[in-house]
């Protein structure tokens, strides 16, 4: 199967909990932003994936979506926008909740993931907004098949995973993280139920070894670790 080479890119505190509003002024997170993202554009990726959570929370301002009424049923098959498009914002939005004031995040293209239970309204919601589509599945999302369509549709060779820790949990279940990119901080979290890195719904045990690539001192105290699987 041809895939994105796919590269987790976290911040996380010491101890691996990544929910930054946990953190307060105490810990002046703000500082660390701007070196998460210098070390983001050092990969040369044109693509970026999150859940809907982030999105939501970070890049869509909690827009509802407006569901307007499509005069024909729409099949259930991949949309491309914006064709020309060089660079992508991928939101994993298994249901269709989430609404768009546009169809750009800085200038990066918008593609939603799917499943296939999305309602015909919302399809021509995205395609009213030109959003770019595909279906990761008829009733769950199928990681690999997304990656797949990632690759062959929009020609993305290298993908920035930033999600929360259930999409990072089940992709590294799946196999398909190639790289961690972890900006570690000098920050002791001991929030009890906060997300970390990688997370998972079931119980089963999923450890899985890295090898260390690089480890690189940031300003004020944090660590840049690099590893492969």
Not at 112 to 126: A, H
Not at 155 to 165: A, F, R, V
Not at 202 to 211: E, F, G, H, R, S
Request: charged share 20%.
């Amino acid at each position: 199967m041809q895939k994105p080479y796919v590269i987790c890119h976290m911040m996380a505190s010491i101890n691996g909990k990544i929910l930054s509003e946990n953190w307060g002024t105490a810990s002046n997170s703000d500082q660390f932003v701007g070196v998460y993202e210098k070390c983001h554009e050092s990969f040369n990726s044109n693509a970026w994936f999150c859940g809907r959570l982030t999105m939501e929370k970070d890049f869509s301002n909690g827009i509802k979506p407006e569901f307007p009424i499509p005069e024909t049923p729409i099949a259930r098959e991949a949309y491309i926008a914006n064709p020309t498009a060089k660079s992508f914002a991928i939101a994993l939005d298994a249901s269709g909740k989430l609404g768009w004031e546009t169809n750009e995040i800085y200038g990066d293209h918008i593609i939603e993931v799917l499943t296939e239970q999305v309602s015909d309204s919302y399809l021509y919601y995205l395609q009213q907004k030109e959003i770019s589509y595909i279906f990761g599945g008829a009733k769950s999302i199928d990681f690999k098949l997304v990656l797949q369509q990632l690759y062959e549709l929009f020609s993305i060779e290298k993908l920035m995973l930033e999600g929360g820790g259930h999409i990072n949990g089940a992709m590294l279940e799946a196999g398909l993280i190639d790289e961690l990119s972890l900006i570690l901080l000098p920050i002791a979290d001991a929030t009890a139920n906060t997300p970390t890195i990688f997370e998972h719904l079931k119980n089963d045990t999923i450890a899985v070894p890295l090898k260390l690539k690089t480890v690189e001192p940031l300003q004020n105290g944090a660590l840049w670790l690099r590893y492969k699987f």
